[in-house]
């Protein structure tokens, strides 16, 4: 007996035909920044609603870090829709064949950006379109993945065949603090001896002031210290400041110009009578502050302005509730002392259907056993070399003050 067909209400059925519409992603290759800023709305609206979410990821990073490094790129992001809504971005640029996110290598985390129940159909729309009708690329390096990334959570339940041409590496551990529920692992860490006693030198010395920037100009005469003090700083053990270059000082600006200071970005100075001794830039998003760069006055060593610096940022952290401090990337030995935990970091590597890929995919597989084995060593090299600078600049410094003293003496006579 055949039954009778039940015709639905019209409204359910006008519901269903809605579900199946979004049930099929599209995907738009987009190699016009303009037609990113268009989608900035939809953008800010899918970072805005992940609780984990990075400065990195915000379109306003976005813009600022085009503004200043686009001219060495070429924009291949990938836009994901269901019907008529964005429900997903990946940024991404290439340069050289190489395809990286955008944003990197200046973020310390990278991501895609979506809500959690698209991630994974995100990915499948992303990498399809990636192998399938992207041309021109050797590889794509999606670096400075942390292990609560989208993409890490996600990428294994690519299908077998585009997993087929996917590689996680891990790469890099991030030293980060974590005060506990009632922040009292705070306390613990600013009562140091080591950092009381550098603390009452540098407050013998004259009135100690720390305070966050709040006006442009203000900030933009700062910066400039900062740059001048920073690529100061890097000479004297011998290494190149990343702000000897114009284009990193033009991005720290356009930061301040697309972030501004009063929300999400921090820009702050301490002095001693008046005059600056070391300057921090962070950022500080859904609960968590993050220490992005920093330096110092080498004429001001003496009184160990980096740390006295460290100790108010933590202060400021206690006194703002602040649920994790992140020292961001980098292995400097001062984060072991004041860290408590570490996190992970990974790249995925992701090569097209040939058979350079496939060779590529071999060398990658073969890194991902090597590379524990080098970072360790880089580590050991790096601690022996970071000792023989303290060294060094320590004896310049004798030597300095010692001809100073001299001159001073022939002077007087």
Not at 69 to 76: D, N, P, Q, S, W
Not at 102 to 107: D, N, Q, R, S, Y
């Given at each position: 007996m055949t039954l009778p067909a039940i015709a639905l209400p019209e409204n359910e059925r006008r519901e269903g035909l809605a579900a199946a519409r979004r049930e099929l992603l599209r995907c738009e290759m987009v190699s016009d920044f303009g037609r990113l800023q268009e989608l900035s709305s939809d953008w800010k609206r899918l970072w805005q609603s992940d609780p984990q979410a990075e400065i990195f990821q915000s379109p306003e990073w976005a813009i600022a870090w085009w503004s200043s490094?686009?001219?060495?790129?070429?924009?291949?992001s990938l836009v994901v829709f269901?019907?008529?809504?964005?429900?997903?971005i990946v940024p991404l640029v290439k340069r050289n064949g190489v395809i990286q996110f955008?944003?990197?290598?200046?973020?310390d985390y990278a991501d895609i950006v979506c809500s959690e129940q698209w991630s994974s159909r995100v990915l499948v729309a992303a990498f399809q379109t990636l192998q399938e009708s992207t041309t021109g690329w050797k590889e794509c390096c999606l670096q400075h993945l942390s292990e609560n990334s989208r993409v890490l959570r996600h990428y294994r339940a690519l299908p077998r065949p585009l997993l087929a041409n996917v590689r996680c590496i891990t790469?890099?551990?991030?030293q980060i603090f974590l005060p506990g529920k009632d922040g009292a692992g705070f306390d613990s860490v600013l009562g140091k001896h080591h950092t009381k006693r550098i603390r009452n030198k540098l407050q013998k010395a004259g009135q100690v002031r720390f305070r966050q920037l709040d006006t442009q100009q203000e900030a933009k005469t700062h910066l400039t210290n900062f740059f001048h003090h920073h690529v100061r700083r890097f000479a004297v053990t011998g290494r190149r400041s990343v702000y000897a270059a114009r284009d990193p000082q033009q991005f720290m600006s356009a930061l301040v110009e697309e972030l501004g200071l009063r929300d999400r970005l921090r820009f702050g100075v301490l002095e001693l009578d008046d005059r600056p001794l070391a300057w921090y830039f962070g950022f500080e998003v859904n609960g968590k502050f993050l220490l992005y760069q920093h330096t110092f006055d080498l004429d001001a060593a003496g009184y160990t302005p980096?740390?006295?610096?460290?100790?108010n940022l933590l202060a400021y952290s206690r006194d703002h509730f602040?649920?994790?401090?992140?020292?961001?990337?980098?292995?400097?030995?001062?984060?072991?002392?004041f860290s408590n935990a570490s996190r992970e970091t990974f790249s995925i590597f992701i090569q097209p259907r040939s058979f350079a890929g496939r060779v590529r995919g071999v060398v990658r597989s073969t890194q991902n056993y090597v590379q524990p084995l080098l970072r360790g060593m880089k580590k050991k090299v790096k601690s022996r070399a970071t000792m023989r600078a303290l060294r060094s600049v320590r004896r310049w410094k004798i030597a300095a003050s010692a001809r100073m003293k001299k001159t001073d003496e022939n002077g007087a006579r």
């Open positions: 490094f686009g001219h060495r790129y070429t924009l291949c269901a019907a008529d809504e964005v429900v997903g955008l944003g990197t290598p200046e973020a790469t890099e551990h991030y980096g740390e006295v610096l460290l100790w602040i649920r994790e401090f992140d020292f961001g990337s980098g292995d400097e030995l001062y984060k072991n002392r």
